[in-house]
C-alpha cells in the first residue's frame, strides 16, 4: 500500500512538473512570436513596398545584400526597386528594427523638397551617422540652425571669385602640369600598353585641394613624389600581350597624406553596415585610425599655427596664400564683432578644415576618373573637345604651351562647359541626396511620419529614363513646375555632351537649366563646394586633354562597374595616353 501510495505520488509531481514546463514553454513561444511580429517591418501606410520585405526581420537587406554582392553597388538597387514597383515613391527596410527609408524617384519633387520646403527636411541623420565621426564638428552634418551659419561663415571666402579665381586656380593649374609630367613618364616606360591611374587621380586631387587649403609650400605633395621615383625608372617589365595593362610601381605616400586616406576609407566601412555610428566607432579603436587622428591633428595644428604667425607678423592684414589663411582671417573678424578672444586652435576650425580636404578631394577625383573614362570610349567628344579648346585659346596654340590658368579661369568655352556638366551628370558621384524628415508631412500625396531618412535619386527615372506619371494634385503648395526637358528618354542615359548646348542667335550656348541635374543637391543644403568642383574639372579636363590623346582601353579594362562608398566611384581606371605636340 505504501509503495502504491509513493507511486502515486510520484506521478502527481511530475504531471505537476511536465505541467509547469508545458505553460512555460508555451509562454516563451508566444513571447518570441509576439516578439517576431514586434522586430517585423511595419510600413508606413499607403506607400508602395516590396511585400516579401514584411514577412522577415530582415526586410529588404537579403536582397540589397546579394545584389551589392555581385555588384559593389547600393544606389543601383534602390532605383531598381522604384522601377519593379512603378512607382516615383516607394519605401524599403534595410536596417532591421528601425524605419523604412522613403525613396523618391522624381526629380521635381526633388527640386520642390530641396529648395522649397526647408522647414519640413534638413540634413540627413543617417549621413552623420556614416561619416559624421570623422569631423563632428564640420557644417557638413550640421541641422540648418544658427550654428550651422555661424559655420559657414568661417569659411565663406573660400568659394568666393577672388579666392577660386586668383589662389585655387593657380594651385590646380601646378598639380594639373605635375600630373601630365607623371603619366608622360607613366607613359614612356610602359610603351602604349594601358595602366591604371586610380590613385594616381585620387592623390593628384588631394595635391591640389591639400595646397588649395595649406598652401604649397606644404611639403605633402603626392605626385611629386611619384615624379621623383619614376626619374629612375629606365623600364619596367611588360606583358607580351599590347592589350594587356601594366603593374607600376608606386612611391609610399608622405604618413600625413596616408592619415587622411585613411581616414576617409573608415567612412566607406560605416556605410556597409546597418548600424554606422557602432560600426565606425568600432573602427575607429584600432591602432591605425588611432595614429591617423593623432598625425593628422598634429599636422592642422602645425598648419594653423603657421599661419597665425604670418597673420600676426602682418598685424592682422594677412596676405591670403590659402585657405587656412582665410579661415583665421575670418575666425579674427567674428572675435572682434563678438567681443571675445580669438581661437585659431578650437574644434570648430580644425573640422571644418578636414572637411574640405575630404570631401573636395573624393568627389573631385572621382569625377576625373568617371571624365577619363568617358572621353576614350567616346573618341568623338574627345576630339571635338580638343579642337573647342584650341580654338578658345589661340594664343597657347600660337606660342606652342599649355595656357595658363587665368586664361582657363577667363575664358568662355561653350563646348567645354557641355562637357563638364555632363560629366557630372553621369558620373553620379553623388548618386542620392538624403534628408531626413523634421515633422510629420506628405510627398505626393502619401503621409510621411517625422524622422524618416527620404532618398532622392540622381540615377533614375526623370533623369536617366522617362519620369513616371505623376498626378499633378499630388504636389505640395509650394510645388512650382520647372521648364519641361526636351531630352529624348531614350537617350537619357547615354553620354551626351551636346544634351546642354542651345541655339541662342544662331550659336550654340551651354545652358545648365537644359535639364535635370541632382549630384550636387540643391536649395541651401546643396554642395558647398560646388563652385570649386567646376573649377577643377575645367581646369583639369583642359589640361589632361590638351596634354594626351587618350585612346579607347580593351573591353576588359573600360568597364562601368561602380563601388558605393562615400562617393560613387569607378571599380577600375586605365589610359593608354598618347603625348601630344604642344
Known sequence: MDRFLSQLSFSHDASASYTVYAVWLGTLSIGLYLAYQWALPKPIPGIPYNTEAVKTVFGDAPSLVEHTTKTR???????????????????????????????????????DILIRRTKEFDKSIWFKDVAGAVMPESHIFMRTTPRFKQHRRIIQDI????????????????????????????????????????????????????????????????????????????????????????????????VTVQSVMTLTQSIDASLKSPVPALAHWVYRQGSDMKKAFKTKEEFIQKEVQRSRQRFEEQAGKIEVRCAVDNILRREAIFAEKEGRKVDFHSRDVYDEVLGLLIAAHDTTSTSILWALKFLADNQDVQTKLREALRTAHM???????????????NTTSHYRDAVVEEIFRVSLTEAAVCRTSLVDTEILGHFVPKDTEVFFMCNGPSIFSSPFVIDESTRSATYVKSSTCNWDPAHMAAFDPDRWLVDRDGQKVFEPSAGPLLVFSLGERGCYGRKMAYLEMRLFLTMLVWAFDFQECPKGLSGYGAIDKLVHAPQQCYIKPVKLAL
Not at 534602390?78 to 519593379?84: F, L, P, S, W
Not at 579665381?165 to 608622360?184: G, M, P, T
Not at 595602366?195 to 586631387?205: E, L, N, P, R, S
Open 73 to 111: 553597388e547600393l544606389y543601383s538597387w534602390m532605383v531598381k526597386q522604384n522601377i519593379k514597383l512603378q512607382s516615383p515613391i516607394i519605401q524599403l527596410f534595410v536596417r532591421p528594427l528601425s524605419k523604412p527609408w522613403v525613396v523618391i524617384a522624381d526629380f521635381q519633387e526633388a527640386q
Open 395 to 409: 594664343g597657347a596654340v600660337a606660342e606652342k604651351r599649355y595656357p595658363t590658368f587665368q586664361e582657363i579661369v
Open 159 to 254: 568659394m568666393t571669385p577672388g579666392f577660386l579665381n586668383n589662389v585655387a586656380a593657380l594651385h590646380i593649374h601646378n598639380v594639373a602640369k605635375d600630373v601630365i609630367r607623371l603619366w608622360e613618364q607613366k607613359a614612356r616606360v610602359t610603351k602604349s600598353h594601358p595602366f591604371a591611374v586610380i590613385q594616381d587621380v585620387h592623390y593628384g586631387a588631394l595635391d591640389a585641394i591639400w595646397s588649395i587649403i595649406f598652401g604649397e609650400d606644404s611639403s605633402n605633395n603626392t605626385t611629386r613624389t611619384q615624379l621623383k621615383l619614376y626619374s629612375t625608372i629606365n623600364s619596367v617589365e611588360l606583358p607580351s600581350n599590347k592589350e594587356s595593362e601594366v603593374d607600376l610601381p608606386r612611391a609610399e605616400s608622405p
